[in-house]
């Protein structure tokens, strides 16, 4: 079986497309120390696909109260810049996250909306647990599965030994891939993120997001997406082959000192935003 080259990878990561002009301005603004709401509200309504989407995540029921929010500004104030950083750096992936993947029997939209829906539970867990940067967490779990977009075009050729390996039951969807292809989702992903120049324990997170207990830079967070992607599973959200069989770690469960309790607090907690479709960053 002829195993998918490092190079032919890296050339088919090249095709991924780099942030736009505005994207970087406004990412670079988000992390000047000296940047202040006003600022932040100049360069967003310059695009106005950001500017509504900034106001609808303001006004959504997890981030907004009984008070309307109008301006960028206020918006901006009430989301905090990481949040809006995550927003940026969302839609500006929606793109790539949209397309249909026959290999993983997702249709269009669906790898986008799972994304995004395992966002807002990474995001969930990480107050549950008091992770100290809860939309990192959010960034994280809305990239998983990237390098998805990529593996798909392998996949698809190899969809007959796929389906009678995966027909077995003896395979959890990861160690197809490697076996197949020689790499799985995760690696390619964390390419995908090296080449957007995102920080080192978000390649990690991405990397490690089914091999939780690998990691070594930030294994609260790898720990984290690990229990929202199979939380969104377990949902019934996560469609696809890579959601049939979906292996929960225990390392992870104890890192975070999650229980059975906690764990339906959260599941609840999701489905009460996620039925709020202004939670979402984009419509799809
Ligand atoms: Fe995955």
């Not at 539970?121 to 977009?149: E, F, M, N, W």
């Not at 324990?201 to 089914?210: F, S, T």
């Not at 929202?228 to 696809?240: E, N």
């Not at 979906?246 to 999650?258: G, H, N, Q």
């Amino acid at each position: 079986m002829t195993k998918v080259s490092l190079g032919e990878l890296v050339s088919r990561v090249d095709e991924i497309p780099v942030f736009s002009e505005t994207v970087n301005r406004i990412l670079t603004l988000l992390e000047d120390p000296k940047a202040d709401a006003k600022g932040v509200e100049h360069e967003i309504m310059k695009d106005q696909g950001f500017t509504a989407k900034v106001l609808r995540l303001a006004n959504s029921a997890y981030f907004g109260g009984s008070r309307k929010i109008h301006t960028v500004s206020q918006a901006t104030v009430l989301l905090g810049f990481q949040a809006i950083k995550s927003m940026v750096l969302a839609s500006s992936v929606g793109k790539v996250l949209v397309r249909e993947l026959p290999g993983y029997a997702l249709e269009k939209e669906e790898l986008w909306r799972q994304s995004q829906i395992c966002a807002i539970t990474s995001r969930v867990i990480a107050k549950k647990v008091k992770y100290s940067k809860p939309d990192q967490a959010y960034t994280a779990g809305l990239l998983h599965d990237i390098g998805k977009v990529i593996l798909d075009y392998y996949l698809s050729e190899q969809y007959q030994v796929i389906q009678e390996k995966m027909a077995s039951g003896k395979w959890p969807f990861v160690a197809i891939e490697e076996e197949v292809l020689g790499f799985h989702h995760g690696q390619v992903g964390a390419k995908i993120a090296e080449k957007w120049r995102l920080p080192e324990d978000l390649v990690e997170a991405i990397e490690l997001h089914h091999t939780p207990s690998l990691a070594v830079l930030n294994p609260q967070m790898v720990s984290i997406i690990h229990i929202a992607d199979g939380l969104v599973m377990m949902l019934g959200l996560h469609l696809g082959a890579d959601g049939l069989a979906y292996e929960f770690s225990e390392d992870a469960m104890k890192l975070l000192k999650i229980d059975e309790q906690m764990l339906s607090e959260i599941m609840s907690e999701v489905v009460d935003i996620i039925s709020d479709e202004n939670a979402y960053i984009s419509e799809i």
